[in-house]
């Protein structure tokens, strides 16, 4: 405490005087004014109301208008086929559209503006009604925003009062685009075999992709995902074509003149504008029925595709997926009728529109006797993932883009269980999720990788949405969905699931709403869901979790490519682990704590080895002492077969990682392929034919690449053999898991000079082209 002082207690007296001045003087001041302005008529001070308009939003839509329904006339002026005919003057294709929205929606908060979504429409003619009076509402201005929020802004005359009912009428037309977004044009060629010469001639088709933010290109809407509505379509378009949309047709449909029809369309359920659809196509794509005990399955494409069968499988696996997902979700698929249509042209592999799922034509179409056996998984595994979403995305759905990992996420694993469940002679279970759980760890291992759940202000421009559909969002987003149901059981996980389905049926979620129901389905003495998951989701990247088998010592660190950089990142860890004296036995333990901790039990007592995560259900990578390494590099090669398959393969993948994040010495890694000489299982192969290509890469044109071809060659020398009865006589075995690893010998074999393969190929490809119809020129 300082000292007394008589300074401060002047300076204390002075101040109390001026400030009793300074008081005195301005009540003096107020007395004048008074006398002074008394009986003279004084301008009364600005008044600032309510009503003042709020700064306008930023990306985001206000929620002070949230929309019910749309009513939605469209027509696309696409000729679906151009006749060139005798005296008869050709039309020119022409790619617009025109059409008419009346949005229905509810004020939550008094305003005076509509914000909504609109990007390169032309829109006109603007009514406003307020429903609960009858009254129109004079429109002030509308103004389109010049910037990535694509806002459209119409400013009206008195507000918009909370809780009333009101409607926005708007015209626009647009242009059908020709670069596969929103409503696009699709070409193909179909023979016509009616002309006195057959003749190839050419098609078009109008088709939607709106997700993520596209629908605001084909109508004015709230372009976002919880601005769920229902829609009420009705399509104008050319007599001689079908329209098909998320519901089925209606019965007031009709033909308006000699040119045009009008096809209207069922209420669709409350859904997000990403999942509205329609395609519009020649009559003559017809479709197979599919159909389960409550829903009606169509499955739709070109003509000569449907003549020649390639649509069957496709439309059987459907129904079987559907009522798999019926019972394990324990809940219906909400629609009446869910229509499926192969196109010629669509960007991504396919969409889930609610109730009409598109497809690319190699997605959906197998051709008997020439596509391979193997394109029977892309189909059953595309169509297991768009079935998906009709439960995971359409009847429950992320609040925000920034957790679209809720959508594609879900999609993803549960596709494993619905491939497995409709063709269990694939067994390719494990092959799909080591296929995602590498083409993760790829991505997560660098920096510029981002969170499962990145929080929302990063992730507001369409461009900045479109980068959250990567392998993070969809193979991470699987992969942490299949430890979190290891970790607390896979019955306890599926019941959080079915729950989690029923309660947010229709609405919008996120990833917290999920936590809390798997939740209440486990025990919160053993169990706690939110505090495990936020490391998982809310960082970016992976642990690799490194054990001493002599001290028992255990860690773990954020695994990175780039080993200079620092992080202080850690994870909670649920590990299973077993040994050559407890197999097939595992135990379980967590790490929960960054820092190095000491387990008794990972003490290689008896000179066995530990093996750590087993089947690959932690999101992890496993390194370990030298001697550790060795002993299970000297099982590989004595006898594989006590190390789960899975491990054997991401052993490998381990090692040569873990090599080039400079963890481990890359001897070490190339060691690890060894024991593939007596191999003969796939995944072990692919993980080392993947890992190695970055070798074969580096090395090119190198002293060492003798030596790694010789090497190649005598490891799939055996392996090459085993299938040389199959490849010889051009048959493939009826194990998937084998049909790929006949792939993968011949590609090795023949790739490092094995002289069997070389001519079994230099032979095959004579015999080709000398018995090819099209070849002119034979081999002689």
């Known amino acids: 405490m300082p000292k007394k002082s008589r300074v401060s207690k002047g300076f204390a007296v002075a101040f109390v005087v001026l400030t009793v001045c300074a008081i005195a003087g301005m009540i003096s001041m107020m007395v004048v004014y008074e006398i002074q302005t008394n009986?003279?008529?004084?301008?009364?001070?600005?008044?600032?109301?309510?009503?003042?308009?709020?700064?306008?939003?930023?990306?985001?839509?206000?929620?002070?208008?949230?929309?019910?329904?749309?009513?939605?006339?469209?027509?696309?002026?696409?000729?679906?086929?151009?006749?060139?005919?005798?005296?008869?003057t050709t039309p020119n294709q022409t790619l617009t559209f025109t059409g008419n929205s009346t949005v229905h929606f509810q004020c939550h908060q008094d305003t005076t503006y509509i914000f909504l979504h609109s990007l390169g429409l032309n829109v006109f003619a603007p009514r406003v009604i307020d429903k609960d009076t009858g009254n129109p509402i004079k429109v002030r201005s509308v103004k389109h925003h010049k910037d990535v929020s694509h806002f459209l802004e119409i400013n009206v005359d008195g507000r918009f009062k909370a809780g009333g009912n009101y409607s926005l009428f708007l015209a626009f037309e647009g242009e059908i685009s020709e670069y596969l977004q929103a409503l696009y044009v699709s070409k193909y060629t179909e023979t016509n075999k009616e002309a006195a010469n057959e003749t190839i001639e050419e098609r078009f088709l109008a088709a939607t992709n709106l997700e993520p933010t596209s629908a605001r290109r084909l109508f004015p809407c709230f372009d976002e995902p919880d601005m769920k509505a229902a829609f009420r379509l009705k399509v104008i378009h050319r007599r001689e074509t079908t329209a098909l949309s998320n519901t089925r047709q209606s019965p007031d449909s009709y033909v308006l003149d000699e040119d045009w029809k009008l096809t209207s369309f069922f209420e669709t359920p409350k859904m997000s504008t990403y999942l509205f659809a329609f395609t519009i196509s020649q009559d003559d794509f017809t479709y197979i029925d599919s159909s389960t005990s409550s829903v009606e399955i169509r499955t739709y494409a070109r003509p000569e595709a449907?003549?020649?069968?390639?649509?069957?499988?496709?439309?059987?696996?459907?129904?079987?997926?559907?009522?798999?997902?019926?019972?394990?979700?324990?809940?219906?698929?909400?629609?009446?009728?869910?229509?499926?249509?192969?196109?010629?042209?669509?960007?991504?592999?396919?969409?889930?529109?609610?109730?009409?799922i598109t497809y690319q034509e190699g997605a959906l179409l197998y051709e008997e006797g020439v596509s391979s056996w193997l394109h029977k998984e892309l189909i059953t595994s595309v169509i297991a993932h768009e079935l998906a979403?009709?439960?995971?995305?359409?009847?429950?759905?992320?609040?925000?883009?920034?957790?679209?990992?809720?959508?594609?996420?879900?999609?993803?694993?549960?596709?494993?269980?619905?491939?497995?469940?409709?063709?269990?002679?694939?067994?390719?279970?494990?092959?799909?999720?080591?296929?995602?759980?590498?083409?993760?760890?790829?991505?997560?291992?660098?920096?510029?990788?981002?969170?499962?759940?990145?929080?929302?202000?990063?992730?507001?421009?369409?461009?900045?949405?479109?980068?959250?559909?990567?392998?993070?969002?969809?193979?991470?987003?699987?992969?942490?969905?299949?430890?979190?149901?290891?970790?607390?059981?896979?019955?306890n996980f599926d019941n959080g699931i079915r729950e989690y389905l029923r309660v947010y049926q229709g609405r919008n979620v996120e990833q917290g709403d999920l936590w809390e129901l798997i939740q209440n389905k486990v025990d919160p003495n053993r169990f706690n869901i939110p505090s495990f998951m936020k490391s998982w989701t809310t960082q970016i990247g992976y642990p690799v979790i490194t054990i001493n088998t002599t001290s028992g010592e255990i860690y773990q660190k954020h695994f990175l490519y780039n080993s200079s950089v620092e992080s202080s990142l850690w994870w909670e860890i649920p590990l299973e682990y077993t040994t050559n004296i407890t197999l097939p036995k595992s135990n379980k333990l967590v790490i929960n704590e960054p820092g190095v901790q000491p387990m008794d039990d990972l003490?290689?007592?008896?000179?066995?080895?530990?093996?750590?995560?087993?089947?690959?259900?932690?999101?992890?990578?496993?390194?370990?002492?030298?001697?550790?390494?060795?002993?299970?590099?000297?099982?590989?090669?004595?006898?594989?077969?006590?190390?789960?398959?899975?491990?054997?393969?991401?052993l490998i993948d381990d090692a040569f990682n873990l090599a080039r994040a400079k963890l481990v010495n890359v001897t070490l890694a190339?060691?690890?392929?060894?024991?593939?000489?007596?191999?003969?299982?796939?995944?072990?192969?692919?993980?080392?034919?993947?890992?190695?290509?970055?070798?074969?890469?580096?090395?090119?044109?190198?002293?060492?690449?003798?030596?790694?071809?010789?090497?190649?060659?005598?490891?799939?020398?055996?392996?090459?053999?085993?299938?040389?009865?199959?490849?010889?006589?051009?048959?493939?075995?009826?194990?998937?898991?084998?049909?790929?690893?006949?792939?993968?010998?011949?590609?090795?074999?023949?790739?490092?000079?094995?002289?069997?393969?070389?001519e079994m190929a230099t032979a095959m490809f004579a015999n080709w082209m000398n018995t090819n119809p099209t070849n002119k020129y034979g081999l002689g």
């Open 670 to 758: 190339l060691n690890s392929t060894r024991f593939l000489r007596k191999e003969k299982a796939f995944l072990p192969w692919e993980s080392a034919v993947r890992n190695l290509g970055y070798f074969v890469l580096m090395f090119d044109r190198s002293e060492v690449y003798g030596p790694m071809q010789l090497y190649l060659r005598h490891q799939v020398e055996e392996l090459y053999n085993f299938f040389k009865n199959h490849t010889d006589n051009s048959t493939v075995p009826e194990n998937h898991s084998l049909q790929h690893n006949q792939i993968t010998a011949i590609e090795v074999a023949c790739f490092s000079g094995l002289l069997d393969c070389i």
């Open 603 to 650: 003490i290689s007592k008896k000179g066995e080895w530990i093996l750590a995560n087993v089947n690959c259900t932690a999101y992890c990578r496993v390194n370990y002492n030298p001697e550790n390494w060795q002993c299970l590099l000297s099982q590989l090669e004595t006898n594989p077969d006590r190390i789960p398959l899975m491990n054997r393969a991401q």
């Open 389 to 491: 979403h009709q439960w995971f995305g359409n009847q429950v759905t992320m609040k925000w883009w920034n957790e679209i990992w809720l959508n594609e996420g879900f999609a993803t694993y549960m596709s494993y269980l619905a491939v497995d469940h409709a063709e269990p002679s694939f067994q390719i279970k494990e092959k799909l999720i080591m296929d995602d759980l590498h083409t993760a760890f790829e991505e997560d291992a660098l920096l510029t990788s981002h969170p499962l759940s990145t929080p929302s202000e990063y992730v507001q421009t369409p461009g900045e949405i479109l980068g959250m559909f990567d392998a993070i969002s969809y193979s991470k987003g699987a992969m942490v969905l299949r430890m979190l149901a290891n970790h607390v059981g896979e019955d």
């Open 306 to 356: 449907m003549e020649a069968g390639h649509v069957e499988y496709a439309a059987k696996i459907t129904a079987k997926i559907l009522e798999f997902y019926e019972g394990h979700f324990g809940l219906k698929y909400q629609m009446n009728d869910l229509d499926q249509i192969a196109l010629p042209d669509l960007e991504p592999l396919a969409m889930e529109n609610w109730g009409l």
């Open 39 to 88: 009986g003279l008529n004084m301008t009364a001070p600005p008044i600032i109301t309510t009503s003042t308009p709020p700064p306008p939003p930023v990306m985001r839509l206000p929620r002070s208008l949230i929309p019910e329904s749309y009513d939605i006339i469209l027509q696309p002026h696409l000729y679906t086929s151009i006749k060139e005919e005798v005296n008869v």
